[in-house]
C-alpha cells in the first residue's frame, strides 16, 4: 500500500484546506479527514464552483455531515484581487447547490468571525513553517494574505495548488484552468511570491480517475463517508459523459490532497510559472524551466522557482483515496 501512515513520534502535517465545495472538494476534504498522517487546522472558502456564500455553508455541511463541527470555517473573499465578482459558476459540473442538487438542510454552525486571509495569516504566525495549505479553487484568499502580511510566504510551510494546464489544454478553454481563470492574478501573486509552492495541474489530475466500478464498491461499503459521496457523485458522472466522452470521474481534488500527504506518488520539475492575466489566453500557466538565460531583463528575472507535478502514480493514488473513504471511524 502506497500510504504513509504517521509513525510513532512523528508531528502531523497542519493542514488548512481552502476550498470551494464541490462535489471533488467534499471528496477531498473526507479523504483529509480520514488521513491520520494530517491534523485539519481548518476550511477557508472561497468562490469557484459555487458562490462564496454557498462555498461556506457546503463546508459547513460537510462537517457536520461527518461529526466534524469542531474543525473550524473561515468564510473567504465574494470578489476577485482585483474585485471584480465571479461570472462563471460551475453548476453544470456539481449542481446549483454544489453537491450534486441533493438539497441538504442548511448547516446549524456558522463560520469564524475571522476572514480567510485573516485565518490564514493567523494559523502561520501560530505554527511558523509547520502549515500546510491544501488550495482546491481560485487563489484570491492566499493573495490576501500576502498582502495582509507580507511575510506570509516565508512563514507558511508549503502551498499545495490545485491549478494550471502544464503543455495540456485548460478546462475552462484551451488555454487555461478552471481555478487559475477564477483569478489569474491573484495566482500570478502565489507564484511569484516566494513561498515553497507545489502545484498539481490538470495534466495529472486527468490522469486520476474514479471508475464505474470504483463507485460500486463505494456503493458497497459501511463508511458514513462513502455513503456520503454516493449520494452526490451522479450529476459528477454525468457531466464527465457529456464533457469527456468517458465512464469515470476526474479526482482533481481529492488527487491534490493526497500530493500534501504523500508527495511521493507524483514527480515533480522546478522552474518559474507565470500567469497570463490578458487577452484570449487569460488564466494561462506558463512553465519557464530556467535552463537558458535569456539576453534582457523581463517580467521573467530573478523570480522564485516552485514545483510542478509532471508525473503520478494514479492508481496508487486511486487505491489511497478510496481506502481512506471506506475506513470509518
Not at 97 to 105: A, E, I, W
Not at 138 to 153: Q, V
Not at 269 to 296: A, H, M, P
Amino acid at each position: 500500500m502506497a500510504a504513509s501512515a504517521v509513525k510513532p513520534g512523528e508531528e502531523k502535517k497542519k493542514v488548512i484546506i481552502d476550498t470551494d465545495p464541490g462535489i471533488d472538494d467534499a471528496m477531498a476534504i473526507f479523504v483529509a479527514l480520514r488521513s491520520p498522517e494530517l491534523e485539519l487546522l481548518g476550511l477557508t472558502t472561497i468562490f469557484g464552483n459555487v458562490y462564496t456564500t454557498l462555498a461556506t455553508r457546503n463546508a459547513l455541511h460537510l462537517l457536520e455531515a461527518v461529526g466534524r463541527s469542531d474543525i473550524p470555517v473561515a468564510e473567504g473573499s465574494h470578489v476577485t484581487i482585483k474585485k471584480a465578482t465571479k461570472l462563471r459558476i460551475a453548476s453544470f459540473v456539481h449542481g446549483s447547490d454544489g453537491l450534486g442538487n441533493q438539497n441538504f438542510p442548511p448547516p446549524t454552525g456558522k463560520p469564524v468571525e475571522q476572514s480567510a486571509a485573516t485565518f490564514l495569516v493567523e494559523q502561520a504566525n501560530l505554527y511558523p513553517g509547520q502549515v500546510t495549505v491544501v488550495a482546491l479553487g481560485p487563489l484570491t484568499n492566499l493573495a490576501l494574505a500576502i498582502e495582509l502580511d507580507p511575510s506570509f510566504p516565508e512563514k507558511i510551510g508549503q502551498i499545495v495548488i490545485l491549478g494550471g494546464a502544464y503543455s495540456v489544454n485548460g478546462n475552462v478553454n484551451p488555454a487555461a484552468e478552471a481555478n487559475i481563470f477564477g483569478d489569474p492574478e491573484a495566482a500570478d501573486i502565489v507564484f511569484t511570491s516566494g513561498a515553497d509552492v507545489l502545484a498539481v495541474g490538470i495534466n495529472i489530475t486527468h490522469q486520476v480517475v474514479l471508475s464505474d466500478a470504483d463507485m460500486k464498491k463505494l456503493e458497497q461499503s459501511d463508511s458514513k463517508y462513502a455513503r456520503y459521496l454516493c449520494k452526490i457523485l451522479g450529476l459528477y458522472f454525468n457531466y464527465h459523459k457529456d464533457a469527456y466522452f468517458t465512464k469515470g470521474v476526474y479526482l482533481h481534488d481529492p488527487a491534490t490532497l493526497v500530493a500534501a500527504v504523500n508527495p511521493s506518488l507524483m514527480t515533480y520539475t522546478e522552474g518559474v510559472v507565470r500567469v497570463q492575466t490578458v487577452g484570449i489566453t487569460r488564466g494561462l500557466t506558463v512553465f519557464d524551466n530556467t535552463k537558458k538565460r535569456y539576453g534582457e531583463i523581463t517580467a521573467w528575472s530573478d523570480k522564485p522557482t516552485v514545483k510542478v507535478a509532471v508525473t503520478v502514480d494514479a492508481p496508487a493514488v486511486v487505491e489511497m483515496i478510496m481506502q481512506r473513504l471506506m475506513m470509518d471511524d
